[in-house]
Nanobody
Framework: EVQLQAFGGGLVQEGGSLRLSCAASGFSFPPFVVYDIGWFRQAPGKEREGVSC????????YYAESVKGRFAISKDNAKNILYLQMNSLKPDDTAVYYC????????????????????????WGQGTLVTVSS
């Protein structure tokens, strides 16, 4: 059974930093390395947003405009762990952050389609809450 377990959320003051981690397990075939893996977030009353992703195709990274220059995504393939380093946090970053995996490649599933919706991703983990106080 595939599991994506996210942790590392918490309460931080504006301008502070947090590092989220996502431990992936249960990927047998296809293996973990063929999946794009990244993060979504959802704030109360707001729609889900694809935040960041690492592509299985070429290791390229994707960041939402709202987090570019502040967040950094990385992955340890040997340990099957995904990280999201979040710096210069703002109250607008307050949300539940979810780790997700998808086989489409090029981080396609983490970006909205032309119709403004997201694809249904292959796997979701449970979320971890990040709260940024002003």
């Amino acid at each position: 059974e595939v599991q994506l377990q996210a942790f590392g959320g918490g309460l931080v003051q504006e301008g502070g930093s947090l590092r989220l981690s996502c431990a992936a397990s249960g990927f047998s075939f296809p293996p973990f390395v063929v999946y794009d893996i990244g993060w979504f977030r959802q704030a109360p009353g707001k729609e889900r947003e694809g935040v960041s992703c690492i592509s299985s195709t070429d290791g390229a990274t994707y960041y939402a405009e709202s987090v570019k220059g502040r967040f950094a995504i990385s992955k340890d393939n040997a340990k099957n762990i995904l990280y999201l380093q979040m710096n210069s946090l703002k109250p607008d970053d307050t949300a539940v952050y979810y780790c997700s995996a998808d086989q489409r490649g090029s981080c396609t599933a983490f970006q909205k389609t032309e119709s403004g919706s997201y694809y249904v991703l292959d796997y979701w983990g449970q979320g971890t809450l990040v709260t940024v106080s002003s």
